[in-house]
C-alpha cells in the first residue's frame, strides 16, 4: 500500500465553474482510486482508473492518469454546491485486498 | 449497491468506559474490513486491518489492547474502544471490499462513521 498527496490542500469556487485537484504517488500502481468525504460522513468511491489507462470520464468527473510522472487529475465541470467535500485519491498496487492509505486531501468549497 | 452500516453514528461518554462499534455490509459478504480514524479537517489514520476469523493487523503505533477488534463473520466487525479517554475522542470510520468470486476487489465500501466524544 501507499499514500497519495493531494494536491491543492484546499479550493474555492463559484458554482459553475470548474475544479482540478491532482494527486501524487511514489510507485507503481495497479490503479488509482478517488474518493469523496462530506462533512462528518465516510467515504464514497467516485472513480477508478486502472494503469493501463490514461483517461476516464463518469458524468462530470473526468479523471487523467499519468504513470511516467506518478501523478493523477480529477477534474469536476460545471461544479455545484453538493460537490463541496474533502476529496481523496488512493493508490492502490494490486487488485486484492489492498489496504487503502489516505493523503490529507483537497477540501474543496463550491459557493453557490 | 454495497452498503456498510456503521453503529452508533455519534457516542459520548465517561472516561475509563468501553465503547463498542459496529461495522456490518448489508447486502454482501466480506472477508476484510479497514477500520480508520479521523481528526477534525485531517487525514483518515488506517488503525487496523480486520480478518474474518483470525486476528486483525494493527498499524504501526496502534495499541491492541486498547483498540480491539473482533471479526466473527462475515457480515460484522466491531472494534471496542477500551477504558476510553479524552484523546481517544476522534471520528472512526469502518470499511469493506466485497468479496467476489469471479472478479477482483477493488473499490472500498464505507460506513457512516462513528463521531466518539469521551468526557
Known amino acids: 500500500s501507499q499514500q497519495g498527496e493531494e494536491d491543492p490542500q484546499a479550493l474555492s469556487i463559484q458554482e459553475g465553474e470548474n475544479a482540478t485537484m491532482n494527486c501524487s504517488y511514489k510507485?507503481?500502481?495497479?490503479?488509482l482510486q478517488w474518493y469523496r468525504q462530506n462533512s462528518g460522513r465516510g467515504l464514497v468511491h467516485l472513480i477508478l482508473?486502472?494503469?493501463?489507462?490514461r483517461e476516464k470520464h463518469s458524468g462530470r468527473l473526468r479523471v487523467t492518469l499519468d504513470t511516467s510522472k506518478k501523478s493523477s487529475s480529477l477534474l469536476i465541470t460545471a461544479s455545484r454546491a453538493a460537490d463541496t467535500a474533502s476529496y481523496f485519491c488512493?493508490?492502490?498496487?494490486?487488485?486484492?485486498?489492498?489496504?487503502?492509505?489516505f493523503g490529507t486531501g483537497t477540501r474543496l468549497q463550491v459557493f453557490p | 449497491g454495497a452498503v456498510v452500516s456503521q453503529h452508533p453514528s455519534r457516542v459520548i461518554c465517561k472516561s475509563g468506559t468501553s465503547v463498542k462499534i459496529e461495522c456490518r455490509s448489508l447486502?454482501?459478504?466480506?472477508?476484510?474490513m479497514f477500520w480508520y480514524r479521523q481528526f477534525p479537517k485531517q487525514s483518515l489514520m488506517l488503525m487496523a486491518t480486520s480478518n474474518e476469523g483470525s486476528k486483525a493487523t494493527y498499524e504501526q503505533g496502534v495499541e491492541k489492547d486498547k483498540f480491539l477488534i473482533n471479526h466473527a463473520s462475515l457480515t460484522l466487525s466491531t472494534l471496542t474502544v477500551t477504558s476510553a479517554h479524552p484523546e481517544d475522542s476522534s471520528f472512526y470510520i469502518c470499511?469493506?471490499?466485497?468479496?467476489?468470486?469471479?472478479?477482483?476487489?477493488?473499490?472500498?465500501?464505507f460506513g457512516s462513521g462513528t463521531q466518539l466524544s469521551v468526557l
Open positions: 482508473i486502472r494503469s493501463n489507462e
Open positions: 470499511s469493506a471490499y466485497r468479496d467476489r468470486k469471479q472478479t477482483y476487489n477493488e473499490k472500498l465500501f
Open positions: 510507485t507503481s500502481i495497479n490503479n
Open positions: 447486502d454482501f459478504q466480506a472477508t476484510t
Open positions: 488512493a493508490p492502490s498496487r494490486s487488485y486484492n485486498t489492498d489496504k487503502l492509505i
